[in-house]
């Protein structure tokens, strides 16, 4: 990767100055648990010294979910085939009713189950128990919906609190419906983050789910699955099309619009092209000891990246692929470039401020500055070592790199640096948007989509030239 140059005005002493001033407002024990948290990006540096994954500092608003959240939300509730069943109370089973836009095929509650199940925990079922309810539930469930392909049953914080043993309660009901039900333990106050709960619920795929079926035709040399692509507004549909242009067979998809029989028959594939890296690597290196199975991490965000990545999936493959792969990247070049020459004149200069959850930070840098825009301080909610490692890369020296951040440090911040626009979630969209600073909700596309490959680049240069240049923001008098 070429050194990236600097921006002009952000020095480290700037931003050290600042991290500085914000930490001086907060007492001094918040400080010091603060401090290793925030700091200027060392490019030139393997580790990343911005420390991650760590508890959340006690009165500090925190961005975070939990890993109810990370297992409910993004692993196991964009399978479409199956009934996911939130045990619980209903305060967090209403958030199984088709979060985050993951958009999937099929006849609602036909074919697929963009529903709402929850087992609705009360007063009396923390005192006695819940299996007894969650037998009925499934019971119910399996009678309404005989056509799906099986059920995941997401436990909720008190169902670990009381002892209920969600593990036997679904192996006595897949021994009865003969079809998969598959317990996963994430209740929300495991681990210091979400992120824990994609741990847990790649656990229980690789425990009841992975190697159980085969797919159905011949095993052929380009079979690839696409792992941690969510289908957020639509972005499995753009990517996979890309990569069957260029002559590979997509055979599954994790787990986002995905199907739970051909996610279980993925460990005949011969490669696993991996996208949100923190909550899918588990499973790849798991399918690599086991059987054998390469991964890569591959970014269609932005025509740079696409180039790069496309090129990288070349290389693992024979002449046939690789030839393909410049025949369409020479196929769409003009058609980014059509892109580029409308928005990047009106995007040119400005800049962006980014927060976060899984991996859309770093691998959105280049799409940004495909525009002209660049990015002057970014973080994750839940990241780990590793993400920050492979971020510092992907951002300019002396940049400020902020990890967990509260609502207070990133106003701080801001007020700085004074972006142009903000991609965050929809947590601080409407502060900031109340502050006369444009803004895009980077966790689910903002309500638009798709943002991945060539097809989402145009819509992604649309929308981040509708928020900058939208002239409304004449209207409302920013403090800053």
């Not at 795929?205 to 289908?231: C, K, M, Q, T, W």
């Not at 996979?240 to 996610?263: H, M, Q």
Request: glycine share 10%.
């Amino acid at each position: 990767m070429a050194e990236r140059k600097p921006i002009e005005g952000i020095t480290k002493e700037r931003t050290e100055k600042l991290i500085e001033e914000t930490l001086a407002c907060m007492p001094e024990k918040a400080q010091k648990k603060r401090a290793p948290h925030l700091g200027p990006n060392d490019p030139s540096s393997s580790v990343c010294a911005v420390k991650s994954n760590r508890k959340v500092v006690p009165g500090v608003m925190s961005q975070r979910g939990c890993a109810y959240a990370g297992a409910k939300g993004v692993v196991w509730g964009p399978i479409r085939d199956m009934v996911h069943v939130s045990h619980g109370p209903v305060g967090c089973g209403v958030y199984s009713w088709g979060t985050r836009r993951n958009l999937m095929q099929g006849i609602n509650g036909v074919t697929s189950f963009a529903l709402d199940f929850t087992s609705d925990f009360q007063e009396r079922d923390i005192v006695y128990g819940g299996d007894a309810k969650l037998e009925k539930l499934l019971d119910e469930a399996n009678e309404l919906f005989p056509l799906a392909k099986g059920f995941s049953v997401l436990s909720e914080c008190p169902v670990g609190l009381i002892g209920d043993d969600i593990n036997a309660v679904t192996k006595k009901k897949e021994a009865e419906y003969d079809k998969l039900v598959v317990p996963c333990n994430c209740e929300g106050f495991r681990g210091v983050s979400q992120s824990l709960g994609h741990h847990i619920s790649n656990d229980s795929i690789r425990d009841h789910i992975i190697g159980r079926y085969e797919f159905a035709e011949e095993a052929g040399p380009y079979d690839v699955a696409l792992i941690g692509d969510y289908n957020i507004g639509g972005d499995v549909w753009a990517a996979k099309p890309i990569l069957e242009e260029i002559g590979l067979n997509v055979k599954s998809v994790w787990t986002g619009d995905g199907e739970v029989e051909k996610i279980a028959a993925t460990h005949t594939v011969k490669l696993n092209l991996i996208h949100c890296y923190r909550s899918m690597n588990y499973m790849c290196k798991v399918m690599e000891e086991k059987w054998g199975i390469p991964w890569l991490e591959y970014n269609f965000f932005g025509p740079t990246k696409i180039e790069e990545s496309l090129r990288a999936i070349g290389e693992l493959f024979d002449d046939t692929i690789k030839a393909n792969v410049e025949k369409v990247i020479a196929k769409y070049k003009p058609i980014m470039q059509a892109v580029l020459d409308e928005y990047k004149p009106r995007l040119e200069g400005k800049t962006a401020m980014l927060f976060v959850g899984g991996l859309r930070h770093r691998h959105t840098v280049g799409a940004y500055e495909d525009l002209g825009i660049e990015i002057t301080g970014s973080g994750y909610e839940f990241a780990h070592q590793d993400d920050y490692d492979r971020t510092q890369p992907e951002m300019a020296k002396d940049t400020i790199i902020y990890d967990d951040v509260s609502e207070f440090e990133l106003e701080k911040f801001v007020e700085e640096f004074k972006p142009d626009l903000i991609g965050s979630g929809i947590k601080e969209k409407y502060v900031f948007q109340k502050s006369g600073i444009p803004f895009r909700q980077m966790h689910s596309w903002d309500y638009s989509g798709p943002y991945h490959g060539y097809e989402g680049f145009e819509v992604f240069a649309r929308d981040i030239d509708m928020a900058i240049n939208s002239p409304t923001w004449k209207l409302v008098k920013s403090p800053f």
